[in-house]
């Protein structure tokens, strides 16, 4: 009984250990591929362009920004990969020379072709009052490009 129970434990403990080791490499991968995406991402946001910024979303691909205004919390939300560039086109009007950075805090596989990024969004880091902007995407990969699925930002005042 002993022996059994010596053996049963130490085969549980294997597989903890490989379950353990499984997780650990899908966490780097999930983050090795965050990192990548929101590092292009910033690359094309710095260049100021509407279309490459839209092209990184799905076509049915939702953004939604939150405000607040009036004392209340509203949403703006644009759907399709169109109204998404357009998005972009009105915040690029007037360009600037900017760098901005994306830091992943948490990134996850959903499964081998979906992954969630939570981050923060430096919008201008040669500027010491930058704003920092909050997010959350879901990306897919098709065709080989992780696409934005749905992207959340707030840009509601820690205030």
Known sequence: ??????????????????SAAVAADAHDQARQIAEKVTADGAALFDACDAHAMAATYDEKAVLVVYQRKDGEVGRDVRLGREKIEGFYADLFKQPETIKSKNTVDRARLLAPDVLTIDGTFDTNTLKSDSIKVPFHQVRQKKDGEWLVLTMEISLLSME
């Open 1 to 18: 009984m002993t022996r059994f129970l010596a053996t049963t434990l130490a085969a549980g403990s294997l597989l903890l250990a490989g």
